[in-house]
T-cell receptor, first 114, second 113 residues
Framework: NAGVMQNPRHLVRRRGQEARLRCSPMKGHSHVYWYRQLPEEGLKFMVYLQKENIIDESGMPKERFSAEFPKEGPSILRIQQVVRGDSAAYFC????????????FGQGTRLTVV | KQEVTQIPAALSVPEGENLVLNCSFTDSAIYNLQWFRQDPGKGLTSLLLIQSSQREQTSGRLNASLDKSSGRSTLYIAASQPGDSATYLCAVVGETSGSRLTFGEGTQLTVNP
């Protein structure tokens, strides 16, 4: 049973470009979470999704960021018009249910904006 | 707003020592607490999950305790090894925060051979 798969592992974008980060949850998991780890900072929650639904996006910046988890395929975190401050490690986690179940994390995507 | 604090921020010990990492949280209304390990440049590996009704969980040389009423958890590592060197993160799921994890800043552990 493969773990949470994120790709790409490393992504370099120029300022103003778009970044698309993909996350495939563990088999059988329908709950997906995105977290961001800025340099020298802790992990911060961004968004919580179930299939085709955004459950909680209270940690998501209001502009340029969006997330989806379609019926088929991976969850996508999309950052439009990237700026240097978006450079961070973005981690995806999945769980079989919600609050009471163990969360498993992917290896992360390290985004560098130049 | 839930806040999670981990002490110490960094710890260096010789191989073979038993050690304790501390985690405290401000809102005791939690569903569970989870300890993770993060190696440099890597993802998070789940170590132990303690539900709010539990007092402790054990896995190999690791033992995690939870005192929900006082807002504290400890991670005990027995007979430490150089391979235990990593950053250890504590995170809670609060009863009023949906399913999201609130993380501490972590304890960076170095075990010297």
């Amino acid at each position: 049973n493969a773990g949470v798969m994120q790709n790409p592992r490393h992504l370099v974008r120029r300022r103003g470009q778009e970044a698309r980060l993909r996350c495939s949850p563990m088999k059988g998991h329908s709950h997906v979470y995105w977290y961001r780890q800025l340099p020298e900072e802790g992990l911060k929650f961004m968004v919580y999704l179930q299939k085709e639904n955004i459950i909680d996006e209270s940690g998501m910046p209001k502009e340029r960021f969006s997330a989806e988890f379609p019926k088929e395929g991976p969850s996508i975190l999309r950052i439009q018009q990237v700026v240097r401050g978006d450079s961070a490690a973005y981690f995806c986690a999945s769980s079989i249910q919600g609050a009471n179940t163990e969360a498993f994390f992917g290896q992360g995507t390290r985004l560098t904006v130049v | 707003k839930q806040e999670v604090t981990q002490i110490p921020a960094a710890l260096s010990v010789p191989e073979g020592e038993n050690l304790v990492l501390n985690c405290s949280f401000t809102d005791s209304a939690i569903y569970n607490l989870q300890w993770f390990r993060q190696d440099p440049g890597k993802g998070l590996t789940s170590l132990l999950l303690i539900q709010s009704s539990q007092r402790e969980q054990t896995s190999g040389r690791l033992n995690a305790s939870l005192d929900k009423s006082s807002g504290r958890s400890t991670l005990y590592i027995a007979a430490s090894q150089p391979g235990d060197s990593a950053t250890y993160l504590c995170a809670v799921v609060g009863e009023t925060s949906g399913s999201r994890l609130t993380f501490g800043e972590g304890t960076q552990l170095t075990v010297n051979p």
